[in-house]
């Protein structure tokens, strides 16, 4: 069975600084894919980044760098520069890349707050 | 080019009753999926389709059901509805299967509330 663990609810930035989310998981797939989520108020998930676990560098998409520890079993989300934008709900997910059908599994999130 | 796009936005039943969401994929997409969220269970696969076919089920009763047409446009149907059926319901759309690094573009839900 795979597992995804937040273990931060809610968290808060100052503007313009990094912040890291943090997300352990937990699979005896061999081979499968973690991503990130934002959900603001609005109720859209929006894809972030995706890292695959036979990747040999992190993933990186403009601001959001991913920190991959495959023997930790992390997988941290870095912003960089943050916005007031991006208070959102953050989602790390998982998949098996060769089987399961598309099942993504969530964690249960971290609220982001962004303050001026 | 046009996202994902659910109706309704908001849906008020009653217990007993059921209930039909829509799900139009961005174009071209052919694999569509379905999520339940909730604060207490977060978020939950409920099903994929693919060339109308069913593909993986979450573990959810049989009042849950869904299906997918010739245009990759999906349904889901909630039976006989339960107080804990209030939920946000996902749906998802990627090009090909949702293996691998297929990334998932997801609706802005149908907040569906049980009275």
């Known amino acids: 069975a795979q597992k995804i663990t937040q273990t931060q609810p809610g968290m808060f930035v100052q503007e313009k600084e990094a912040v890291t989310l943090d997300c352990t998981y937990d699979?005896?797939?061999?081979?499968?894919?973690l991503f990130w989520y934002k959900q603001p108020s609005s109720g859209e998930m929006i894809f972030l980044i995706y890292?695959?676990?036979?990747?040999?560098q992190n993933a990186t998409e403009g601001r959001y760098s991913l920190n991959f520890q495959k023997a930790r079993k992390s997988a941290n989300l870095v912003i960089s520069a943050s916005q007031l934008g991006d208070s959102a709900m953050y989602f790390c997910?998982?998949?098996?890349?060769?089987?399961?059908?598309?099942?993504?599994?969530f964690g249960q999130g971290t609220e982001l707050s962004v303050k001026p | 080019k046009a996202g994902v796009t659910q109706t309704p936005r908001y849906l008020i039943k009653t217990r007993g009753q059921q209930v039909t969401l829509s799900c139009s994929p961005i174009?071209?997409?052919?694999?569509v999926s379905w999520y339940q969220q909730t604060p207490g269970q977060g978020l939950q696969f409920l099903f994929e389709?693919?060339?109308?076919?069913?593909?993986n089920k979450g573990n959810f009763p049989g009042r849950f059901s869904g299906r997918q047409f010739s245009n990759s446009r999906s349904e889901m149907n909630v039976s006989t509805l339960e107080l804990g059926d209030s939920a946000l319901y996902l749906c998802?759309?990627?090009?090909?299967?949702?293996?691998?690094?297929?990334?998932?573009?997801f609706g802005s839900g149908t907040q569906l509330s049980v009275l």
């Open positions: 997910a998982m998949r098996g890349l060769y089987n399961q059908g598309g099942k993504l599994i």
């Open positions: 890292q695959g676990s036979y990747d040999e």
């Open positions: 699979t005896s797939d061999q081979s499968y894919g």
């Open positions: 998802a759309s990627s090009l090909k299967k949702g293996v691998g690094n297929e990334k998932l573009f």
């Open positions: 389709y693919f060339s109308e076919t069913q593909r």
């Open positions: 174009s071209g997409h052919r694999s």
